[in-house]
């Protein structure tokens, strides 16, 4: 199979050649960066730290999405929307990593997988998926009055909050005690606030560092309090469920696919 690599040059682009490289039942076919990005025509193992491979950063994305079976994709949502479409064209299938999607945005994603498979995840790491599914269990289980806040923190590079992880977590938070978390979200508080409502979920998001990702969904109740924490602390473990993402929509109907569904996580 072969999968190309959008966004090379970026942390995430790096480690999804290396994870590539690593994986004997895929190979690379291509890369693009940014018109203009100082990456372009660079050798793309040289880039990742590995021996060169052969193959140089390219700025025309149709061009390298046309000859891949795959695409992994974690840069900014313009870009995902773009290549998307590019990916129908071709019928390429369409792994998306990239988070801080607007909802016009996530209305032309879900859209295009209706000509394609597209897996599309805030986070690719079997731990954090794991996490999800935790999450809404114990939000079914424990009812209202135990209160939801979820917790996270990133290296001082990251540009979207709250994190794609985040809101997934708050999505499985609100699917567990069957409400919509549009309705229930509370993503900043600021001087008189008053107290809390009842059935809110709160976000609270840090930036520091070199923090890779940190998540806790935190269950406060009268008297207790459950924690359930996830510290990412190598960037492989997203590129390495991205891969196996790509390599999971080969034979696969159009759709827009979850991690979950690769995972086969319920
Ligand atoms: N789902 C998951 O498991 C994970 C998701 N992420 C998400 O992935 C995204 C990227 O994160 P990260 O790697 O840290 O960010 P970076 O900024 O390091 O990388 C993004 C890369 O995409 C490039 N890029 C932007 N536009 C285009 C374009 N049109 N064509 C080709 N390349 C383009 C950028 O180039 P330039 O800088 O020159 O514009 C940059 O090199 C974020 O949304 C992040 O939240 C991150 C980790 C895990
Ligand atoms: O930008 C990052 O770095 C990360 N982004 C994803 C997110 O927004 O949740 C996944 C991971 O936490 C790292």
């Not at 990742?48 to 491979?53: F, N, Q, R, S, T």
């Not at 079997?126 to 990133?154: C, K, P, S, Y």
């Amino acid at each position: 199979m072969k999968i190309a690599v959008m966004g090379a040059a970026g942390r995430m682009g790096r480690q999804l050649i290396t994870a590539i490289a690593a994986d004997p039942h895929v190979t690379i076919s291509g890369a693009t960066e940014t018109a203009g990005s100082p990456a372009i025509g660079r050798d793309i193992g040289e880039l990742a730290g590995l021996e060169p491979m052969g193959i140089a950063v390219s700025s025309d994305a149709a061009a390298v999405i046309a000859a891949a079976d795959a695409i992994v994709d974690f840069t900014v949502p313009k870009a995902s929307v773009e290549f998307a479409r590019l990916a129908a064209q071709s019928g390429t299938a369409h792994i998306i990593g990239t988070t801080g999607f607007d909802k016009a945005s996530e209305t032309a994603i879900a859209e295009t997988a209706t000509r394609i498979a597209i897996v599309k995840a805030g986070n690719m790491s079997l731990g954090v998926n794991l996490l999800v599914a935790l999450t809404r269990q114990v939000a079914a289980a424990l009812g209202n009055d135990f209160d939801i806040e979820i917790v996270e923190m990133h290296h001082r590079m990251k540009i979207d909050a709250p994190s794609g992880t985040a809101l997934m977590l708050g999505e499985a938070a609100a699917k567990g005690r069957k409400i919509a978390l549009d309705e229930h979200s509370v993503r900043t508080r600021d001087g008189h606030t008053g107290p809390r409502h009842a059935g809110d979920i709160g976000f609270a998001t840090l930036r520091g560092g070199t923090v890779v990702g940190d998540h806790t969904v935190i269950f406060a109740g009268e008297g207790e309090r459950l924690e359930l924490t996830h510290r990412a602390a190598d960037r492989g473990i997203f590129a390495r469920g991205a891969v196996k993402a790509a390599i999971w929509t080969q034979g696969k109907p159009p759709g827009l696919y979850a991690m979950s569904d690769v995972l086969g996580i319920s």
